[in-house]
């Protein structure tokens, strides 16, 4: 490695420090859950995971995985089309579009290689593709290894797609996209009108519902189910890394056809090993659990209620909403950015971890400390969060009323 370059880099990772921009991993010492300990010996409730269900380290998952492991062995180097296809890999596909209600399925390392795969595929120069302003940087770099022209919508503003959809009327294709919910807020996508509009204008319509499937919707089908949208959807992505007991792995979903063509020329499909065994056991039980009773997502709902319930009511700025994800705003203070920080790692000292995001990650004036619910916290650790974020807050100067 030139010493130019490694200069170069240092000098950009430094640059990142000082603009408050460098991640620094934490080191977790056990397994995913409700409790953790990291590295440093301090055990604390895990607020900030995407381990909706608490399925991560459910005995019922983990016997999934042993058992598809001993079935199936660990892995197949190979790709799907060689020798990469068992029937698990066959059965996982038909069990997720069952759940999601379409026709077929098509298995991926990642959700994000799932994004990766599906606009260069179905889209060539003649098409276009309509993007919500806000969508995953997974959908972002799918769009850009397309040659289809790009158009993007502020977010979730009807008017602006429709408009985008005028621009894009002289397409051979128009493909609208858009996350089912957006990780920085939990809210979820105007489906009902997104339909509506797509319909008018003879488009298709991809959701990616990796904050959904098996997090909202009466049965945990995600946005389609939530918003009375089921069947008007094209395409839908998906990851099993979130709520689906989060190993890895991700999904297209939808018509027979569709999938067909993407199984023969999708490059993240084809030039990429197949999914392990194992991960599509856990990943089939995790369906299965979901098909079988609604026990989980009761108690993600309830959950979710009374956190965003006892914040607003303790005086906390909380986005309105019904989706786990509850974000507590900063942006009615000075300096909300350092002030998410500090409040974050305050709280982790009172044994609760929780990160903040500000500024780029959100919108200047927006930032905010992000926390996630989940079905494996009991009431008792709820309510320890909450009593940690009143405590922070009166030091911090943020509950005014309550000081
Ligand atoms: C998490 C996420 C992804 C990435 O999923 P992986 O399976 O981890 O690659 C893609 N899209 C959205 C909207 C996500 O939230």
Not at 319 to 325: D, E, M, R, T, Y
Not at 366 to 371: F, G
Request: hydrophobic letters at 40%; a negative charge.
């Amino acid at each position: 490695m030139s010493t130019a370059l490694r200069d170069e880099l240092r000098g950009e990772i430094d640059e990142m420090r000082e603009a408050g921009l460098y991640k620094n991993e934490r080191v977790i010492t056990t397994r995913q859950g409700a409790v953790i300990r990291t590295n440093d010996g301090r055990e604390v409730l895990n607020f900030c995971a995407n381990n909706y269900l608490g399925l991560t380290s459910n005995p019922l998952i983990i016997d999934a995985a042993r058992s598809a492991l001993d079935e199936w062995g660990y892995g197949l180097s190979s790709v799907r089309f060689i020798c990469g296809t068992q029937e698990i890999h066959k059965q996982a596909e038909r069990t997720v579009a069952r759940f999601l209600g379409m026709d077929d399925a098509i298995l991926f390392s990642s959700c994000f290689d799932a994004n990766l795969g599906v606009f260069q595929t179905l889209l060539t120069d003649e098409d276009a593709i309509i993007a919500d302003q806000l969508n995953h940087a997974s959908i972002i770099d799918g769009v850009r290894l397309s040659k289809a022209s790009r158009h993007v919508y502020a977010h979730s503003d009807m008017d602006d797609l429709a408009a985008k959809l005028r621009d894009a009327s002289g397409a051979r294709r128009r493909l609208v996209v858009t996350d089912g919910v957006f990780s920085m807020d939990g809210e979820i996508a105007r489906l009902p009108e997104i339909c509506d509009l797509v319909s008018e204008h003879d488009a298709l319509l991809m959701v990616d519902d990796s904050h959904a499937t098996g997090v909202i919707g009466a049965t945990g089908r995600g946005t389609p189910e939530h918003t009375g949208c089921e069947g008007r959807i094209d395409l839908i992505t998906t990851t099993f890394g979130k709520a689906l007991g989060g190993a890895s792995g991700g999904c297209v979903v939808g018509d027979a056809v569709t999938v067909e063509y993407l199984r023969q020329r999708s490059r993240p499909y084809l030039f990429s090993n197949t999914v392990a065994p194992a991960v599509l056991g856990a990943t089939i039980a995790a369906l299965d659990q979901l098909s079988s009773s609604t026990g989980l997502l009761d108690r993600l709902r309830e959950n979710t209620d009374l956190f965003r319930r006892e914040m607003a009511a303790a005086g906390f700025d909380i986005v309105p909403g019904s989706h786990p994800i509850v974000p507590v705003m900063f942006g009615r203070f000075e300096d909300d950015a350092r002030l998410a920080e500090e409040f974050a790692s305050e709280l982790l000292d009172e044994g609760i971890y929780v990160i903040g995001f500000s500024y780029p990650v959100v919108p200047k004036g927006t930032a905010r400390i992000r926390v996630q619910v989940s079905a494996a916290h009991d009431r008792g650790m709820l309510e320890r969060a909450v009593a940690a974020f009143v405590a922070v807050g009166r030091r911090k100067g943020v509950l005014a009323h309550s000081a």
